[in-house]
């Protein structure tokens, strides 16, 4: 019998993975895992390569994008707000 349970893929953790950031390929490359399981970088889907990144550890060959800002952005981003309003009050 096939010990199949190693190969059950989470969707939800996918799902997180992929509204938290979009990935990008930086090489064209094959990556085979498990059995018959194949993951073609070049062609792959958003979901196939988070997996990649995320499960598989293959941050040499694909490239997390963060769409989702940490704390230490959206504090940036205040204090541009807040220097932004500053010197367009110094203009009037």
Request: with cysteine; charged share 30%.
């Given at each position: 019998?096939?010990?199949?349970?190693?190969?059950?893929?989470?969707?939800?953790?996918l799902?997180?993975?992929?509204?938290?950031?979009?990935?990008?390929?930086?090489?064209?490359?094959?990556?085979?895992?498990?059995?018959?399981?194949?993951?073609?970088?070049?062609?792959?889907?958003?979901?196939?390569?988070?997996?990649?990144?995320?499960?598989?550890?293959?941050?040499?060959?694909?490239?997390k994008l963060?769409?989702?800002?940490?704390?230490?952005?959206?504090?940036?981003?205040?204090?541009?707000?807040?220097?932004?309003?500053?010197?367009?009050?110094?203009?009037?």
């Amino acid at each position: 019998m096939c010990d199949c349970s190693n190969n059950i893929v989470d969707l939800s953790h996918l799902k997180i993975y992929t509204i938290m950031a979009k990935y990008k390929a930086i090489k064209r490359v094959t990556i085979y895992h498990g059995a018959n399981g194949v993951i073609r970088t070049a062609s792959a889907t958003q979901e196939e390569l988070a997996y990649a990144y995320e499960d598989l550890g293959a941050t040499n060959v694909i490239e997390k994008l963060s769409t989702t800002k940490t704390k230490d952005e959206s504090k940036k981003a205040a204090k541009k707000e807040k220097s932004g309003k500053k010197s367009s009050n110094k203009k009037d």
